[in-house]
């Protein structure tokens, strides 16, 4: 909305529609002062008159940008006109607009005020000069009050349409901030599910790639088929199940419903012995210790089965065949939270021959996406090389309550 005043230097120029407002008041104004009746001892305007009379409209110009200035302006020029003993009627047009836009324009407390001095100046002026005419000051009093009570209604309106049209920006614009956060949710939920499911299966299918070519290459003539043989049935038994949970994880993607209407379930504490036995087919030694009940609430046992997922995927990844790894998995009665710990020792030693793939342990998408894992259920997650000993930790904490309690 344009501001209703403009600024020339210091000069306030009025509004095209307030020159014009005033032009029409001015004309209504000149019709009473030639066509009214002629109050007893008044008579019509002369020239001084005539200028006081349109001075007396031209200053409702500046009604919006000024309109306590515009009102003493309008009294200024009407108390020497009516000193004068011009014809009375022909101000009251300017007064009425000018009474109107200060009760508009308010606040409330001046408009009384101001009003509540006009009439009491009024009823003094005339009820001294001639006691007789009360009837006057009452018609007078009467049609200023009804005047102000119209600005001011008109001024609450107005106030209560601007609260409705702020009301209604302001809950379009939280509409729009919670859908771009709803968007930007799900893609990162997408993400993390995507990259904890084919980032596992992708680091086992290469560790077990990386051993079945070591095997082929190593000694031609002395090659161990069954060895040749377990690591392409883990590579086999890896994409189908990476094949299968990825299924599952996009009908749940699909239906939105936390997995109701999917084939199968979501992961679980169920699923660790699985994770387990996939990253030994790697080459890594695990040793998983589960001492809690297997009926955790679902959100927390998915949350737990896919830090141990990625930490086996770092831990295979980073550390490579023969690395050791300890999983343990326990429900504390007193806190009424389980806890997830995954440590592995680092590197196997010298007496084997670590993979390419090996590498310095460095946190990204994987460890940030374990901390967002935690963070959904209320948790939380610390993840870093352990401060005694070679090799790296990865302990969460996640509250929950036994399911029958949930």
Not at 16 to 32: C, E, F, H, Y
Not at 60 to 76: G, H, N, S, Y
Not at 134 to 155: H, N, P, Y
Not at 273 to 302: F, H, I, K, T, W
């Amino acid at each position: 909305m344009p501001s209703p005043i403009s600024v020339q230097g210091r000069f306030v120029v009025p509004l095209r529609r307030d020159m014009a407002l005033a032009v029409a008041v001015a004309a209504m104004s000149a019709g009473l002062a030639l066509l009214a009746d002629v109050e007893v001892g008044a008579h019509r305007p002369d020239a001084v008159g005539w200028v006081l009379l349109m001075a007396n409209c031209a200053a409702l110009a500046w009604r919006r940008p000024a309109p306590m200035a515009t009102f003493v302006a309008v009294m200024a020029f009407q108390l020497p006109y009516h000193g004068l003993q011009n014809v009375h009627h022909a101000p009251v047009p300017a007064t009425v607009v000018a009474v109107y836009s200060l009760a508009f324009a308010g606040p409330r407390l001046r408009t009384v005020l101001v009003v509540g001095g006009l009439l009491g100046g009024l009823t003094g002026v005339l009820t001294t000069v001639d006691m007789s005419r009360a009837m006057d000051i009452l018609r007078v009093s009467g049609w200023v009050i009804a005047v102000a009570l119209f600005g001011e209604a008109a001024r609450v309106h107005r106030n209560y349409l601007s609260a409705i049209v702020e009301r209604a920006e302001r809950a379009e614009r939280t509409r729009e901030e919670t859908a771009a956060r709803r968007v930007v949710e799900e893609r990162l939920r997408i993400a993390r599910d995507l990259h904890d499911l084919l980032a596992h299966s992708i680091t086992l299918i290469g560790v077990q790639t990386s051993v079945a070519a070591h095997l082929l290459v190593s000694d031609p003539d002395r090659l161990d088929r069954k060895a040749v043989a377990e690591a392409l049935d883990g590579i086999a038994g890896t994409c189908r199940h990476a094949r299968a949970e990825l299924r599952t994880t996009l009908q749940v993607l699909r239906t939105g419903d936390g997995g109701q209407d999917a084939t199968g379930p979501l992961p679980g504490l169920a699923g660790l012995e699985g994770l387990a036995e996939a990253a030994q087919s790697a080459g890594a030694r695990v040793r998983l210790e589960v001492v809690a009940e297997l009926e955790v609430p679902q959100a927390v046992g998915a949350a737990a089965y896919r830090i141990v997922q990625q930490s086996l995927t770092n831990a295979v990844q980073h550390a490579g065949p023969g690395v050791r790894v300890l999983v343990e998995v326990r429900y504390d009665e007193d806190a009424e939270a389980l806890s997830v710990s995954v440590t592995d020792e680092g590197p196997a030693g010298r007496g084997r021959q670590p993979l390419p793939a090996a590498g310095p342990r460095r946190e990204g998408y994987g460890i940030a996406g374990m901390r967002e894992r935690a963070r959904s259920v209320g948790g939380l997650l610390t993840a870093g090389h352990r401060p005694c000993a070679a090799g790296f930790a990865v302990a969460a904490v996640l509250p929950c309550a036994r399911e029958a309690d949930a």
